[in-house]
């Protein structure tokens, strides 16, 4: 008799790296992962979340039965991105590699300088090229695993206030087909992520719409008339990384409540 999926820990002995993990997004896809057995290395830039608690690799240790690492990652560094997916070695070899790092900014285009647009670009697009390579000979040498890359409804549509990240999103779109085409065939699966309006604190401090006037604007164009939170990006991307999307490979999984198909 076969066992339902839903019975089944779903990535049990899997390991995932996870940049970004101390906080926001990451940290919720690090604790979901964990919740399903995945043994988790946290690579990021700082250790304490930015909400403040427990750090992620201690928290997933104490809530569930699995390992879990830090490794102080700078994503626009190759050599910080090798160390973290080397780091997975320890639990048996990486699984997952999950392209969570990024950064969010309004901007005035005509106003922008090359070092603003080379900061948010060396985050959210070098930072996933470099990221998905340094896991993808590992995966291949492993026999196979998924390569998860956090793009955004920006990188589906335009936007007049966030020209720089409409394009860095829209790369990483693009990254994602492009590796899904070269390493399909070697057993990776690369998928994209397209969150919403997803309440983490890019969205309260960063570019703040939570807790602000214009937050009620906001969910009028929402269908489901709520913003996000980490949970769901974190409940996509375990579909992405489990066996329930096992014929998935090169597609973009928007997870905003219906705004960008109803705009």
Same mark, same amino acid.
């Given at each position: ?16 790296? *996870? ?5 926001? !997004?990451?940290?919720? *896809? ?13 690579? /990021? ?17 104490? &809530?569930? /039965?699995?390992?879990?690492? #830090? ?10 991105? /090798? ?31 090359? &070092? &603003? ?80 309006? *997803? ?9 703040? *719409? #939570?807790?602000? &006037?214009?937050?009620?604007? #906001? ?15 974190? $409940? ?12 998935? !490979? ?5 997870? $905003? ?7």
């Amino acid at each position: 008799m076969q066992i339902p999926y839903l019975m089944l820990i779903m990535l049990s002995d899997d390991t995932a790296v *996870i940049t970004g993990a101390a906080s926001g !997004n990451g940290r919720a *896809i690090a604790r979901r992962f964990a919740e399903e057995g995945a043994d988790i290395v946290v690579a /990021d830039i700082r250790e304490e979340p930015r909400q403040g608690g427990q750090p992620t690799h201690e928290l997933v240790t104490e &809530e569930h /039965d699995v390992e879990a690492t #830090f490794v102080e990652t700078d994503v626009t560094d190759t050599d910080d991105l /090798d160390a973290a997916v080397e780091a997975a070695e320890a639990f048996g070899g990486i699984d997952h590699m999950v392209n969570n790092a990024g950064v969010f900014r309004s901007e005035e285009f005509l106003e922008v300088t090359e &070092e &603003e647009y080379e900061f948010l670009m060396d985050i959210n697009v070098r930072g996933v090229f470099f990221g998905a390579q340094a896991a993808a000979q590992r995966l291949v040498d492993n026999g196979g695993g998924t390569i998860i890359n956090l793009s955004s409804v920006a990188g589906l549509e335009g936007s007049a206030d966030h020209v720089t990240y409409t394009a860095s999103k829209g790369a990483v779109r693009l990254l994602t087909y492009s590796l899904a085409a070269k390493l399909g065939p070697e057993g990776v699966r690369v998928n994209a992520i397209h969150p919403g309006l *997803i309440e983490t604190s890019m969205t309260t401090d960063d570019v703040p *719409i #939570f807790g602000t &006037e214009a937050e009620d604007a #906001f969910m009028q164009t929402v269908p489901l008339r709520r913003g996000g939170t980490p949970g769901d990006v974190a $409940d996509a991307a375990l579909y992405l990384a489990s066996d329930l999307s096992g014929y998935v !490979n090169g597609e973009s999984l928007v997870v $905003d409540g219906g705004m960008s198909s109803s705009s």
